[in-house]
């Protein structure tokens, strides 16, 4: 941002030091000027002067303000009410993405503050000094803008220093894209600077794409076009098309719209011209580039055996953009690096020319606005990586600073300036690096690197740890636990949690020593490391450990809301959010739903508020209270949270892929669970295949990364398949999860093993389901020996899942007709989930249930039903107290147990007692079917079956009728949709239909019954 002025191009000193006053107050500050010099040439070093004008680009710079100033009236409001009162804090944070017009903003600002106001735009580099300087010429009130105040490593110096200052009333303002690690170590400063963050608020002024509530983006570009044209002194185009596609748009791509549009009407001997606004910062380039030729051709750079071709040209102005230089000498160096050229100052003089220096102390310009400056520079280093090498080789200390912070800026939207950075960084980041770059420059382009980032996970890692590494051994503690903190979140990131752990245990430490001294100024930084433990623990699977660190950073989140709400809610909500999920992971699912809901409610006014930074937030949150509901069974409230979150997320994705693929997949397997779990396989299949994809994606890119969430998601997808009566695609996708997780397990045995021993689990029931047991037994062994190893290790976390692996087994030994060895795993399954149920009965409670039940079973099977009935009683009774807590979640499962309890009586002739449990069982199912007919219908069907035989066997043979009848007519409208999965067993309730009709007399429909079942059976067969 360009020093800010009233219509004039001020000499260097007038220029900054008058921005926003008016004319006729001009001669009385510059008569006081003159007899200031050697302040006034002081000055000169911290401000930043107006540019000309060259280029047609330049007409979008802010401080030209060739379009009047509209829309943004309350932030305005806002800040001039900021700026006069006497009781307003000092600071205030404009925040937006690059081209939503902080820079107009901040020049409107300046403009409408009066002449008793100074304006002072501080350059980088400058800030340790600029308000001395400032004071050394004025005492008068003076606003300080600085703009890319995230890469600025003097901005804890400059606040202190207005914190101390005693003259006229002083405002600063702060431009960055975006809040972040910057921000909030302001926030943890002294007491005083503390205070001004803790005013400006924990966003501060957020700027969003739309401009003006009652203007359109075509209104806005239409407006804008007779400016433009006036300002390169041709006639205002009258017929134009526009297409904009989805808005709303940033202000600079509308006002480079209509820019555009005047150019190419320049050019056009068209009535009307059409511009699309995706088109138009590709454009401008190719107007700025016909400049660098038409001047370069006139100087004869495109002759002789040096001459510079337009790609030469091209590169020269990316090199000098992305460099800058201090003197011409080194500006001749500079433009010596494009691939093919000489170092010449000729060459050097025509690009000073071009654009000249925005500040004294810089001899080259740069091309402008940034965002253009970016595109530019981004491609013509990923074209070439002979300039790429060029352009980063012998670099001093200034010119290192500057390329790497220009390409960090590039990389908040350009993916291809994040991957020329990922390649980058070691070499900036190691201690034998070619690019020069200490400490400042690495915290610097740690700050401005966006976050979360798919591309640069490896290079915040890297810059993290370098940091630390470099951290002085008498820097403050609080500034080691930050880095800590950093290096902890990063590797976790990378999949090392177990690396982490270390790091982020220190960093509490160290928090927790500071806070007991300075609460105020550490506790916030204590509940954050304290939220960043709990989910270290919670990834290395030891869920008891990560709940008491959240715990206490929840609790210590809530005292500083009751001070500071506007700065902490977002913080708190965050808290709340972990809590909710380390309940989950212990089995808690009543302590975990409303401290979601809870969450969710803040982000939701946090949305309305902020949109623009809090609905990752929001999605995020979503898909805890998804599953916090399906925890409870209540699926048909989880769908649509579910569906929210996707939809969040696909915004999100679209604006910026490189950061929310794949929290996008997360939600979308959320979204898919739900489908599966409510009986509509076949809308969750394109949601499995979707999340599939989107990972396949990442995984062929990013391979050790997303390997194991491709794995994942095969999974999932096979588990749709297998309900949809897929049964060989269902095979086919789980023997891929297999192989990826074998793969992952040899190189990462101790965090891949378990993902193993899952994929083999399944792996095994899809081989059963295709009626291949003796396949999918060595499988499920294989997944009981390295559950069986794990449990030894770590009994706490894998006993459970041993005990689940050995009922799978069981089953596996029951289908291949070797009954004793089934009994066998489920009694030492059953085992360790009453052992387990005993210490945390709330979280296994469920598990030994579901022992139970397959322990009645194998009993039953063995001709044992005496001691199958006491097994399924029991889990009757637990099902039961489970039901009455939480009846959405476990009616269906008191249901199963109640029909096998009713069997066990049919076998040990207890007709009676089956029937009374029979009849609840249906009394259930009936209910959950009305409710949720896909997935209990067949539910239903099995134990109105079973009352059939019942009645039966008590010689009521009208009511075994009527229960046969409505088997049948639910298993045809089953098969109808789903043949291959219920055909089976409409040929077995048509076969029992025909025995009843026989019994009772009525041969003609029982041949009927006989005559459909054959007919079913042997179109199968064919098929």
């Known amino acids: 941002m360009a020093a800010i002025t009233d219509g004039k191009p001020w000499v260097t000193v007038a220029g900054a030091v008058m921005g926003g006053i008016g004319t006729a107050f001009a001669p009385t500050l510059l008569d006081r000027l003159k007899e200031q010099d050697n302040a006034r040439e002081d000055l000169g070093d911290v401000v930043e002067p107006l540019p000309d004008v060259s280029g047609p680009a330049l007409l979008l710079h802010a401080s030209r303000s060739v379009v009047p100033f509209e829309g943004r009236e309350r932030e305005l409001e806002d800040l001039l009410a900021w700026c006069g009162d006497p009781q307003s804090g000092r600071l205030r944070l404009l925040t937006g993405p690059g081209g939503v017009g902080k820079s107009r903003l901040a020049v409107e600002l300046a403009k409408r503050l009066g002449p008793e106001w100074g304006v002072l735009e501080v350059r980088d580099d400058a800030e340790t000094e600029a308000l ?128 555009v549009v005047v150019l190419r009407s320049m050019r056009s001997d068209a009535d009307a011209v059409t511009v699309e606004v995706e088109d138009v910062l590709e454009e401008l380039l190719g107007h700025e580039r016909r400049y660098w030729v038409q001047t370069a051709r006139m100087q004869g750079f495109h002759q002789g055996v040096h001459g510079l071709s337009t790609l030469m040209l091209e590169q020269t102005v990316a090199v000098g953009t992305l460099l800058g230089a201090r003197d011409r000498g080194q500006a001749a160096e500079v433009v010596g690096r494009v691939p093919g050229g000489t170092a010449s100052v000729v060459v050097a003089d025509w690009l000073r020319e071009l654009y000249p220096p925005d500040d004294d102390r810089e001899w080259l310009g740069r091309l402008r606005p940034d965002r253009l400056a970016e595109l530019h520079v981004t491609q013509k280093l990923s074209d070439s990586g002979e300039l790429l090498t060029a352009c980063l080789e012998n670099l001093d200390e200034r010119q290192g600073r500057h390329a790497l912070v220009t390409l960090a800026r590039a990389a908040q939207e350009l993916e291809a300036a994040g991957k020329i950075l990922q390649r980058l960084l070691p070499l900036v980041a190691d201690d034998v690096g070619s690019i020069p770059a200490p400490r400042e420059t690495l915290v610097a382009l740690y700050e401005v690197l966006p976050y979360p980032s798919l591309v640069l996970a490896e290079a915040h890692a890297l810059l993290a740890q370098r940091i630390l590494d470099s ?108 809590l909710g999920v380390r309940f989950s992971e212990l089995g808690r699912p009543a302590e975990a739903l409303p401290l979601t809901e809870e969450a969710v409610a803040i982000y939701r006014q946090l949305v309305d508020a902020y949109p623009d930074r809090y609905r990752s937030d929001l999605a995020r949150s979503l898909t805890g209270l998804v599953v916090n509901l399906a925890e409870f069974g209540r699926l048909t409230e989880a769908l649509p949270v579910a569906e929210e979150a996707v939809a969040i997320y696909r915004q999100l994705v679209d604006a910026y892929p490189d950061r929310y693929r794949s929290e996008l997949t997360h939600s979308l397997t959320n979204l898919g669970n739900c489908f599966s779990e409510l009986g509509r396989p076949a809308e969750a299949l394109p949601v499995a295949e979707e999340a599939v994809t989107i990972r396949r994606q990442l995984a062929e890119v990013y391979p050790d990364r997303y390997r194991p969430d491709l794995a994942l998601s095969l999974t999932n997808l096979g588990n749709c398949f297998s309900e949809l009566g897929r049964l060989t695609e269902a095979l086919s996708v789980a023997e891929e999860a297999v192989t990826i997780r074998r793969q992952l397990a040899e190189v990462y045995p101790d965090r891949y093993r378990p993902d193993l021993a899952l994929s083999l689990t399944n792996l095994g029931v899809h081989l059963s389901k295709l009626g291949r047991p003796a396949e999918a ?44 060895e089934a009994l066998s795993a489920a009694e030492e399954g059953t085992i360790i989930h009453r052992q387990l149920a005993e210490v945390y009965p709330d979280r296994y409670r469920a598990d030994l249930a579901k022992s139970l039940v397959n322990l009645g079973i194998r009993f039953s099977e063995l001709g044992r039903p005496a001691e199958a009935l006491p097994a399924e009683q029991e889990a009757v009774a637990i099902y039961r107290q489970l039901a009455e807590v939480y009846p959405d979640r476990y009616l269906p499962e008191l249901a199963r147990s109640l029909a096998n309890s009713g069997i066990d009586f049919m076998e040990l002739g207890r007709l009676a007692d089956a029937l009374l449990f029979t009849e609840e069982a249906i009394t259930i199912r009936r209910q959950l079917a009305e409710i949720y007919p896909d997935p209990y219908r067949a539910d239903l069907a099995r134990s109105l079956a079973n009352l059939g035989t019942i009645f039966v066997g008590l010689g009521r043979l009208v009511e075994a009728l009527s229960a046969d009848q409505e088997t049948v007519a639910i298993y045809r409208q089953l098969a109808e949709i789903y043949p291959d999965r219920y055909r089976a067993d409409l040929v077995d309730s048509l076969s029992n239909l025909g025995l009843t009709f026989s019994e009772l007399i009525r041969s003609a429909e029982s041949e009927k019954a006989r005559q459909e079942a054959e007919r079913i059976q042997d179109g199968y067969r064919n098929t």
């Open 471 to 578: 951290t002085p051994a008498d820097a403050e503690a609080g500034e080691r636990a930050r880095w800590l903190s950093s290096v902890g979140a990063h590797l976790a990131a990378l999949g090392s949690p177990a690396e982490a752990l270390p790091a982020e245990q220190e960093a509490v430490t160290i928090y927790r020593q500071l806070a007991e001294v300075y609460p105020d100024r550490y506790l916030p930084e204590l509940a954050r490391s304290l939220a960043n433990l709990s989910v270290r623990f919670s990834e290395l699977g030891r869920p008891a450990e990560a709940l008491p660190p959240t715990e206490e950073a929840v609790t210590i989140r809530r005292q500083l809301v009751e001070v500071y709400p506007d700065r902490y809610r977002p913080d708190l909500a965050h808290s709340l959010t972990g």
């Open 132 to 259: 001395s300087r400032w004071r050394a010429v004025d005492r008068w009130q003076v606003l300080i803008v600085v703009d890319y105040a995230e890469t600025r490593t003097g901005l804890s110096a400059l606040l202190h220093e207005v914190a101390a200052d005693e003259g006229r009333r002083v405002r600063v303002l702060l431009l960055a894209r975006s809040v972040g690690e910057w921000w909030r170590q302001l926030g943890a400063e002294s007491a005083r600077v503390r205070q001004m963050v803790a005013a400006a608020g924990a966003e501060g002024i957020v700027l969003t794409e739309r401009v003006a509530a009652d203007k359109s983006d075509h209104d806005l570009v239409a407006e804008a076009v007779p400016y433009f044209a006036a300002a390169l002194n041709v006639e205002a185009p009258q017929r134009f098309e526009v297409e904009l596609g989805e808005g709303p748009h940033r202000i600079l791509d509308l006002h480079a719209t209509a820019l």
């Open 777 to 820: 037994l060595p499988l499920t062994e294989e997944a009981v020996a390295i559950y069986r190893q794990l449990a030894e290790v770590y009994p706490d976390r894998y006993r459970a899942d041993l005990a689940k692996s050995l009922v799978n087994l069981a089953v596996r030994f029951s289908e291949l007709g070797r009954p004793a």
